[in-house]
């Protein structure tokens, strides 16, 4: 079965613009998550959404913020880019929630 | 609050056997991760384990579970270069009314020829 798709895999943005990244979870698989993964900070929890609701933020400011939608896909939103966002941004998806998380390929976003 | 340890590096050579620690702090985790995540890649899934167990293995994969020093480990069996990648402990914890994970900081393992 297929995995979890994430696009696109690369970025490149200008300081002050926004990006969407989107997230496709494995067929069947209702809770998608959200993570950022950076040299100095290692992995952290964005977000997490099951059944189209958001159920946990991590520690970020406002100008992260994401959906899904009824097909379980999810989107991730960053407004007002700064430097410090350029990360691998890598999506989870599980068919219980807190079990079995699948990961994508991540995109890279590189904020210059 | 909750974190995950884990030493920052490993070299072994070909063949040997590789054992990798973490520990944990939160006791009520329910289930204790593996991941792999080589070069520009995401992370892929080794194995998990669940927090009532002590062992499972799977194929050359042994994870062994000491919930009372809250340690965690993976072994690895006849280390191979395609091996050589960085891996990182998870737990699960339950957090504000849903699960995330909680990562280690990575052990890179490097396999020598």
């Known amino acids: 079965k297929a995995g979890v798709t994430q696009t696109p895999r690369y970025l490149i943005k200008t300081r002050g613009q926004q990006v969407t990244l989107s997230c496709s979870p494995i067929?069947?698989?209702?809770?998608v998550s959200w993570y950022q993964q950076t040299p100095g900070q290692g992995l952290q929890f964005l977000f997490e959404?099951?059944?189209?609701?958001?159920?946990n933020k991590g520690n970020f400011p406002g100008r992260f913020s994401g959906r899904q939608f009824s097909n379980s896909r999810s989107e991730m939103n960053v407004s007002t880019l700064e430097l410090g966002d350029s990360a691998l941004y890598l999506c989870?998806?599980?068919?219980?929630?807190?079990?079995?998380?699948?990961f994508g390929s991540g995109t890279r976003l590189t904020v210059v | 609050g909750e974190d995950v340890e884990q030493s920052l590096f490993l070299s072994v050579r070909e063949g040997d056997s590789s054992v990798i620690n973490c520990t944990y702090t939160?006791?009520?985790?329910?289930?204790l991760y593996w991941y792999k995540q080589e070069p520009g890649a995401g992370l892929q899934l080794l194995t998990y384990?669940?927090?009532?167990?002590d062992m499972k293995q799977d194929q050359r994969l042994t994870v062994l579970l000491n919930k009372k020093d809250k340690h965690l480990s993976l072994r690895i069996a006849d280390t191979q270069t395609g091996d050589s990648a960085i891996y990182f402990c998870?737990?699960?914890?339950?957090?504000?009314?849903?699960?995330?994970?909680?990562f280690g900081s990575g052990t890179r393992l490097l396999v020598r020829p």
């Open positions: 998870a737990e699960s914890t339950w957090m504000d009314s849903s699960y995330k994970l909680i």
């Open positions: 989870a998806s599980s068919l219980v929630e807190g079990y079995g998380y699948t």
């Open positions: 939160d006791s009520s985790s329910t289930y």
């Open positions: 959404y099951f059944s189209e609701t958001q159920r």
């Open positions: 067929s069947g698989h209702r809770s």
């Open positions: 384990i669940f927090s009532n167990m």
